[in-house]
C-alpha cells in the first residue's frame, strides 16, 4: 500500500515540521531511516498490539531498511488531519489486505471508537455492497468516495 499526503500543501507548519525532524534524527541517528522497533515504541507505543504495529510500519513504507522520515511525515498527517473518508479508506486498506479485498464493518467501527472516540457518519458511505464471508460474517467493500 503506498500512502500520498491527503492535503498536499500547509498540513504541517514549519515549527512542526522542524519539531518532527529534531524527534526523528535524535531517534534515528544519521541514517534517516527509523528502525522498525524504534517505530514501534516512539511513534506508536506500548498500547498498539505487535501485528497491527507490524500492519501500519508497513503501510507507512517501512522496510528492512526502516521507515524513511517523509514517508513517517506522510502517515502521521494521515492519521492526524486526515479528513475522516481518507482516514476510513486508510484503515479499510489495512483490514481489506490481508482479507482479499473485504473487511467486516464492525471491526472498523471499533478501531474508530478506540481511535477517534466516535465512528465518522462518512464511514457507512464508504460500505455499499453486503456479501457473505464463508465463515458467515457479514463483510462489505468499499468504494471511493469522492
Known amino acids: 500500500m ?7 500543501p500547509g498540513t504541517v507548519t514549519d515549527v512542526e515540521l522542524k519539531r518532527l525532524k529534531d ?3 535524535r531517534t534515528s541517528g544519521l541514517s534517516f531511516y527509523m528502525t522498525q522497533q524504534c517505530f514501534y515504541r ?3 507505543g506500548d498500547g498498539v498490539p505487535p501485528k497491527v504495529a507490524e500492519v501500519i510500519y508497513s503501510s507507512f513504507g517501512g522496510s528492512s531498511k526502516g521507515l524513511h522520515f517523509n514517508n513517517l511525515i506522510v502517515g502521521l498527517v494521515l492519521l492526524t488531519r486526515g479528513r475522516d473518508e481518507e482516514k476510513a ?3 479499510f486498506s489495512l483490514f481489506a ?3 482479499g ?3 467486516a464493518r464492525e471491526d472498523i467501527e471499533a478501531v474508530l471508537q478506540v481511535l477517534d472516540g ?4 462518512c464511514l457507512k458511505k464508504c460500505f455499499t455492497e453486503v456479501c457473505k464471508h464463508s465463515k458467515g460474517f ?8 469522492r
Open 138 to 145: 457479514s463483510m462489505f467493500t468499499v468504494r471511493t468516495v
Open 23 to 25: 524527534a526523528f534524527k
Open 89 to 91: 479508506k486508510y484503515l
Open 118 to 121: 466516535e465512528i465518522p457518519s
Open 42 to 44: 516512539e511513534v506508536l
Open 101 to 103: 479485498g473485504y473487511a
Open 2 to 8: 503506498c500512502l500520498s499526503l491527503p492535503n498536499p
Open 97 to 99: 489486505s490481508d482479507l
